[in-house]
C-alpha cells in the first residue's frame, strides 16, 4: 500500500519519505529545520502537539532548536516558514492526506507555512477514502480536510502557480512502528 501511495503522492508534487521509526523521523525534522530555517533568533516553524510528539522532550528540543514554537496561533502559523503536523490518513488511490481536526492550530500548520511537514504513521494508509469513511463517523467530525499536494491554482491566464493558497511544498514522513 506504500508504495501505491508513494507514486499516487510523488505525481501530485508531493515529496515522500519512509522512516523505520519515530527517532529517524525526528532526525530527519531536526536536519530539515536546520537546513531550511537555520536562524535560531527566528520562530519560523510551527509544531502542532500530535502522538508522534509524545515521549519526546519538548524542552530539550527547544534547547536544540529554538526556531520551533509549540504554541500556535495565527500570528505565529503565517509567519512561520514550516509547519508541523501529524495527519489523519492517506488514500493510496489519489496520495492524498486526510486531516480530521477540532484543533484551529492543526489546520494553521497544515495551510498557512511555505512548507508543510505532514507526519503519518504507516499504518495510517487506506486504499481508498471509502475505506477511511467506513472508520470514521462524519456526523462528529468538525473539520476534515483532503490534502493532495502542494497548493496550486490555474485562476490567472491558465498559468499554474504553485503556492498560492497553501504551501509551495509538502513533505509526507511515514512512520512505521510508532
Not at 531550511?36 to 520562530?43: C, D, E, F, G, M
Not at 515521549?55 to 509549540?70: A, H, N, T, Y
Not at 488511490?93 to 484543533?103: A, H, K, P, Q, R
Request: net charge negative; aromatic share 8%.
Amino acid at each position: 500500500m506504500f508504495e501505491l501511495f508513494k507514486q499516487k503522492a510523488e505525481a501530485i508534487n508531493a515529496e515522500v519519505y519512509y522512516f523505520k521509526s519515530k527517532a529517524e523521523a525526528l532526525d530527519f525534522i531536526k536536519d530539515f529545520i536546520l537546513e531550511h530555517n537555520p536562524n535560531k533568533l527566528s520562530k519560523g516553524v510551527v509544531w502542532c502537539e500530535s502522538p508522534f510528539l509524545e515521549g519526546i522532550d519538548k524542552d530539550s528540543l527547544l534547547m536544540e532548536l529554538p526556531q520551533v514554537e509549540f504554541n500556535i496561533d495565527l500570528n505565529s502559523a503565517s509567519s512561520a516558514k514550516i509547519g508541523i503536523n501529524q495527519v489523519d490518513y492517506g488514500i493510496a488511490e489519489t496520495g492524498s492526506l486526510v486531516e480530521i481536526s477540532e484543533n484551529v492550530s492543526k489546520r494553521l500548520c497544515s495551510t498557512l507555512p511555505e512548507i508543510h511537514l505532514a507526519i503519518l504513521p504507516l499504518s495510517k494508509i487506506e486504499p481508498t477514502m471509502d475505506d477511511i469513511m467506513k472508520k470514521i463517523d462524519i456526523r462528529k467530525i468538525p473539520y476534515l480536510t483532503v490534502i493532495s499536494g502542494p497548493s496550486r491554482t490555474a485562476d490567472i491566464e491558465r498559468v499554474l502557480t504553485i503556492g498560492v493558497h497553501g504551501p509551495e511544498r509538502v513533505l509526507i514522513l511515514c512512520v512505521d512502528n510508532f
